[in-house]
């Protein structure tokens, strides 16, 4: 017959805590799919709505992450202080709330570059008609 441990309350605490660290994670990705089509389609106002849903999201985060930092920076500790079977939960939604942030940074700088190849796009275009119409002016040419 196996053995059944109970999970300590800062284990179950820390578990929670990455559960919904998780939870909030799934949602800012699906945001950042959402937001990498209005940058791709220049849609300035339904941008600006994600971008209100993200920091919504990302205030909810915050004190997960407060309670997360004593952990930061010696998680191998911790998950080799753990039982096997906390050990093997822990690490597996470390290995996801990891991952699921990697591909919400990876979103933010494909339309980070997008938006700046935008801009550089407009900008070109002003110059090029504020150019025009100097040029247009020099030689007396009225449109």
Not at 13 to 41: C, D, F, I, N, P
Not at 65 to 87: C, F, H, I, M
Not at 93 to 103: C, G, N, R, S, T
Request: hydrophobic letters at 45%; charged letters at 25%.
């Amino acid at each position: 017959m196996a053995m059944i441990t109970e999970r300590s309350p800062a284990t179950a605490r820390l578990v929670q805590a990455l559960m919904t660290q998780k939870k909030l994670y799934v949602q800012l990705l699906e945001l950042a799919g959402r937001q990498s089509l209005h940058v791709a389609g220049g849609e300035s106002e339904a941008l600006m709505a994600v971008l209100a849903a993200r920091n919504r999201i990302i205030d909810q985060i915050v004190p997960l992450d407060q309670e997360l930092q004593p952990y930061k920076g010696r998680w191998q500790e911790l998950l080799d202080s753990l039982p096997a079977v906390d050990r093997e939960i822990v690490a597996g939604l470390l290995k996801e709330v990891q991952q699921l942030l990697a591909d919400i940074l990876a979103h933010d700088e494909r339309d980070k570059e997008s938006l700046m190849r935008q801009k550089q796009d407009v900008g070109t275009q002003i110059t090029r008609t504020v150019t025009g119409a100097a040029l247009n002016r020099a030689y007396g040419i009225r449109r």
